[in-house]
């Protein structure tokens, strides 16, 4: 029987939910990307899981605001990451790379599942804010932005749900501005997921808009297996 650590209230996911007042450098911020994603198995899947900042105060409690509210965007964002996939590959054609095959994804608690969605997420939106600049095609700049926009609104319900500020990605000198990431940011956070690009081009670097738009389409069939793998796991939809 798995340990999924949830009440008849909770649509199956347990908050680790902080009273406290969360306040987190950027450094302090990336770090805390970096222990919850770099690292295989379940250790770095206990360090999302265990962190400081989600220390219950009120073990297995989680805000539900309508019945099934966690089960409907769960399974919603399971749909959009699915979708960004099809969009993605739809776009790129002939071009497209192979879906990559990956590792460590399933999640040992419905607790895990919950934090590493949420950094996920908010990783997602700061890949995209980060290469957003480097767009030459006026259309793939609208398809990215239109994306990451979905991609944000997924980490601020995420956040919400963890009793974490909505609009946890703050930049370092403008908080009213969310942070970017480079793109070896990214593959330093979420790198470890991967175990072969299966014939597809490399990850790094990005030379034109297509190396954009197939290093996001990585990032997307890692978010969509990820949701296809833990949603039935833990919500049953």
Request: proline share 6%.
């Amino acid at each position: 029987m798995m340990n999924t650590e949830v009440n008849a209230s909770s649509d199956g996911i347990d908050s680790a939910a902080s009273h406290g007042t969360i306040t987190r450098s950027l450094g302090d911020r990336r770090s805390f990307l970096k222990s919850a994603l770099v690292g295989s198995g379940a250790s770095a899947m206990a360090a999302a899981a265990s962190h400081p900042a989600h220390a219950a105060s009120t073990p297995n409690t989680v805000p539900a605001l309508y019945p099934g509210w966690n089960a409907m965007n769960f399974s919603n964002i399971r749909k959009d990451e699915n979708a960004h996939v099809g969009f993605l590959v739809n776009a790129l054609g002939p071009m497209a790379r192979p879906k990559p095959t990956f590792r460590n994804l399933i999640q040992p608690t419905a607790r895990a599942f919950a934090n590493v969605s949420r950094v996920l997420e908010n990783v997602g939106v700061g890949a995209y804010l980060g290469a957003l600049p480097a767009i030459q095609s006026k259309s793939y700049m609208a398809a990215a932005a239109s994306i990451a926009l979905i991609e944000a609104r997924h980490a601020g319900y995420l956040n919400t749900l963890l009793n974490i500020r909505v609009s946890e990605n703050i930049h370092s000198d403008e908080p009213s501005l969310e942070e970017a990431l480079t793109p070896d940011e990214v593959v330093e956070l979420a790198g470890s997921f991967f175990v072969s690009l299966n014939g597809g081009p490399p990850l790094l670097p990005l030379t034109s808009d297509i190396d954009i738009l197939n290093f996001a389409l990585a990032l997307e069939f890692l978010e969509a297996e990820f949701y296809n793998l833990n949603v039935p796991r833990f919500l049953h939809v």
